[in-house]
């Protein structure tokens, strides 16, 4: 072995270790990647005209296609491979975005580490309950995550950025708080490219599944019911947190009001309070999280360039302390069978709900600690 495949070995060593021992467990476990199942019957039903996509449901679990008729397109490659095979591609893909987010978050922070660092910190994230709940059920995070981070930190004044935002935004609706943040700050071209993208989804989704849109757009989308159960553990959103803590599987105005409130703190902090683009970006991703009526806990895979914010900035102790709350997966630990997530004490309602409760907590350190926002020319990412 020569001292270049010798250092090569070295550094990949960590990554390639920790990937391997998940696809270990993965194939151990034999993971039924029931989200990777969706996605294949949305995309077969979309190849068959799109009539039934969204009256199945699959898996043990009854799950029906949730997502706009536009990601029904996308998923009929899906439907080309093997399911053995399909499950293979879901998770090497998973795997390797997640070194691509960990490569991207320290780009949006300004961190600039050594390759043998990333495979060491790629390595580690892919423990990350969010992370790892996203590999198992074949989900589309990481690949959303990815998308919206790369095209959000590339130059200023890049050809069409604001797009590839406004196309995630057309796959999981969501993404599209990014938009209207880029409104906020002034970013005029790239909030109207990232609409176009998104509008270009939606017209694309019309003119192919014209049944299925109008279906989507007039009924479906206001189904939320469709997603899951709010109160369940999985369920990280600020209406998870106020579910679960009054016992009620429809919190109502109760968790409406302060989610409206939440909506305007973080994109006021995102906005105003936010010293650079990558402050706001990640205050928008924790908005978008908490006001979402569900956000499962894989949604939450925005903690990566978090932490790499958090790191960054000098707040090594809470970049820690959240690293081991985005791992403990304490939400798991309690009884969660059945109806008894809207059963759990009081003391054992933080641990049920972690991820607002951090959320939350970095918001309101953003609203009253982070000085205003002085000029636009002192608040874009920075690059090498």
């Not at 569900?294 to 932490?307: A, F, K, N, R, Y």
């Not at 607002?356 to 920075?382: E, F, N």
Request: hydrophobic content about 55%; proline content about 7%; charged content about 10%.
């Amino acid at each position: 072995m020569t001292p270049r495949t010798r250092t090569a070995a070295i550094t990949y060593l960590p990554f390639a270790t920790s990937a391997a021992a998940l696809l270990a467990l993965c194939v151990i476990q034999k993971t039924p990647m029931a989200d990777a199942l969706v996605y294949r019957a949305e995309g077969a039903a979309a190849a068959a005209g799109g009539a039934d996509l969204y009256g199945f449901t699959v898996t043990a679990w009854q799950l029906p296609a949730t997502y706009p008729p536009f990601a029904a397109l996308l998923f009929i490659p899906t439907t080309w491979l093997p399911l053995p095979a399909l499950k293979a591609v879901f998770l090497l893909a998973n795997i390797a975005l997640t070194a691509a987010l960990i490569h991207l978050s320290c780009r949006l922070a300004g961190l600039r580490p050594t390759r043998a660092t990333l495979c060491l910190l790629a390595g580690g994230a892919l423990w990350l309950e969010p992370v790892f709940q996203t590999v198992l059920f074949g989900q589309v995070n990481l690949a959303l995550a990815c998308l919206i981070l790369w095209d959000l930190t590339r130059p200023e004044g890049a050809r069409a950025k604001g797009l590839a935002l406004g196309v995630a935004a057309g796959v999981k609706l969501t993404p599209a708080l990014f938009i209207l943040w880029l409104l906020l700050r002034g970013r005029r071209r790239e909030a109207g490219w990232a609409a176009a993208g998104a509008a270009a989804t939606v017209l694309l989704g019309a003119a192919v599944l014209p049944y299925a849109s109008w279906e989507f757009w007039t009924r479906r989308l206001f189904e939320t019911g469709r997603v899951g159960k709010a109160w369940i553990v999985d369920n990280q959103s600020l209406q998870g947190l106020v579910a679960r803590a009054m016992h009620a599987g429809e919190p109502g105005p109760w968790w409406a009001l302060p989610a409206a409130l939440t909506a305007v703190l973080g994109l006021y902090a995102a906005t105003r309070r936010a010293r650079t683009d990558a402050e706001g970006i990640a205050l928008t991703a924790l908005t978008m999280l908490l006001v979402c009526p569900i956000s499962w806990s894989h949604h939450w895979v925005w903690c990566v360039p978090l932490l790499a914010l958090l790191w960054a900035r000098g707040h090594h102790r809470t970049a820690v302390a959240a690293a081991v709350v985005f791992t403990a997966r304490t939400m798991w630990l309690l009884p969660h069978q059945g109806d008894l997530d809207l059963q759990l004490p009081w003391w054992q309602q933080p641990l049920a709900a972690p991820y607002p409760l951090v959320g939350l907590a970095l918001l309101g350190a953003a609203v009253g600690q982070l000085p205003p926002a002085r000029s636009s020319s002192a608040s874009t990412i920075r690059y090498a």
